[in-house]
């Protein structure tokens, strides 16, 4: 089963994949991650892509089509969860291809709804456990235990340079130029869900697996 998570920067994306993926054994392929790990690596991809990650703006389809493809090739027959994958109609039917190439198919497309001020709320407080990745927030998910990572116990954490006010701001407003038109393409084909994304943590997982389980 191959399924995207899709909805604005901050909406629960990355959130909800790390729990499908542990408790049924999706991987999780988020453009987002990929293209971080190029800018570490300070590849021609990351350094091109560093500039416009931290102005907001959307990196070129051609870059982030080769990337999922790239990954695609790598899981064998365990189901995909597209997490900030597609964010452009041409990105959608890229990805149309790419699957059928592979003898894959979308099952379902779950947009997560979340009003704007929450938004920036999450994003602005949102770090990461630095070894595993781990989402974290200031005031609404804090480690357990002071400083220490729930899943894998690490003591450090980070923060995305992109996860400030005024760029959230262009991503929310890239959002809704480039990727709520994708919307459509899906509704007509009767795979998009809506879930309300304002809820828990444990309340939008149950709304997802009540749509996966359907
Ligand atoms: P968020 O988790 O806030 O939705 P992501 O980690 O998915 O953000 O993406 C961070 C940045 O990486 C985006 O603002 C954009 O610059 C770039 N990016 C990620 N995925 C894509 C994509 N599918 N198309 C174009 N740019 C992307
Ligand atoms: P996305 O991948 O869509 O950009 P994340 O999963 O990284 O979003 O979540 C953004 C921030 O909001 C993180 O700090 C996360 O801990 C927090 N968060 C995620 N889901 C919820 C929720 N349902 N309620 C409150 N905070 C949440
Ligand atoms: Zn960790």
């Known amino acids: 089963m191959d399924i995207i998570l899709l909805g604005p920067p901050g909406a629960g994306k990355g959130t909800q994949a790390e729990r499908l993926v542990t408790n049924r054994g999706m991987v999780q392929l988020s453009t987002g991650d990929m293209l971080r790990a190029a800018v570490r690596e ?29 990954n695609l090739d790598r899981i064998e027959n365990r189901g995909a969860i597209f997490d900030g994958f597609p964010r452009t109609l041409a990105q959608a039917e890229a990805l149309d291809l790419l699957l059928a190439e592979r003898g894959r198919k979308l099952s379902y497309v779950i947009e997560l709804e979340v009003n704007e001020e929450a938004l920036v709320d999450r994003i602005t407080g949102r770090f990461s456990c630095a070894s595993c990745g781990a989402p974290y927030h200031d005031r609404f998910k804090l480690p357990k235990v002071d400083d220490t990572c729930d899943v894998c116990g690490g003591h450090d954490f980070k923060r995305r340079d992109d996860d400030n006010e005024l760029t959230v701001r262009t991503r929310l407003a890239e959002y809704r130029a480039k990727t709520q038109p994708i919307l459509p393409f899906y509704r007509e084909r009767g795979i998009l869900h809506g879930v309300d994304g304002m809820g828990s943590v444990g309340e939008v997982a149950a709304a997802i697996d009540a749509i996966l389980d359907s």
């Open 42 to 70: 300070g590849s021609p991809i990351g350094l091109q892509a560093k500039v416009v990650m931290d102005a907001g703006e959307l990196v070129s389809d051609a870059i982030v089509c080769a990337l999922i493809g790239e």
